[in-house]
Nanobody, 135 residues
Framework: QVQLAESGGGLGEPGGSLRLSCAASGSLSEVNAMAWFRQAPGKERELIAA??????????SNSVKGRFTISRDNTENENTVTLQMNVLNREDTAVYYC??????????????????????????WGKGTLVIVSS
């Protein structure tokens, strides 16, 4: 079993920064690629950033590329994935979800391909954290 817990959401100002963290605990050897999705009111869930199990491969959607950075810190007892969000704008207002794939689901490219086909079935999901960008 793997549990994901997000933290760091809240109120940010346009042009400002926020940092989200996702702590994975449990059977960490099972965790492979991890990702951040977001869902704004009235919109579909969107994959915005993802990182491979090793941390060497990353993916960003066009909506956040150049502004957000995903990183990963793997230790014996916890995997933490961080999303540094810079140059925030009001369109970044959403509930942000951490998600992950197990080793059985394959590498990062497989996760991206599935999502691009409309398959959002990840092995692990956090409960989400709300980000509001407003002045």
């Amino acid at each position: 079993q793997v549990q994901l817990a997000e933290s760091g959401g809240g109120l940010g100002e346009p042009g400002g920064s926020l940092r989200l963290s996702c702590a994975a605990s449990g059977s960490l050897s099972e965790v492979n690629a991890m990702a951040w999705f977001r869902q704004a009111p009235g919109k579909e869930r969107e994959l915005i950033a993802a990182i491979s199990g090793s941390g060497r491969g990353t993916y960003y959607s066009n909506s956040v590329k150049g502004r957000f950075t995903i990183s990963r810190d793997n230790t014996e007892n916890e995997n933490t994935v961080t999303l540094q969000m810079n140059v925030l704008n009001r369109e970044d207002t959403a509930v942000y979800y951490c998600a992950g794939d197990s080793q059985a689901m394959g590498a990062l490219n497989g996760m991206i391909a599935r999502v691009q086909r409309g398959d959002y079935d990840m092995d692990y999901w956090g409960k989400g954290t709300l980000v509001i960008v407003s002045s």
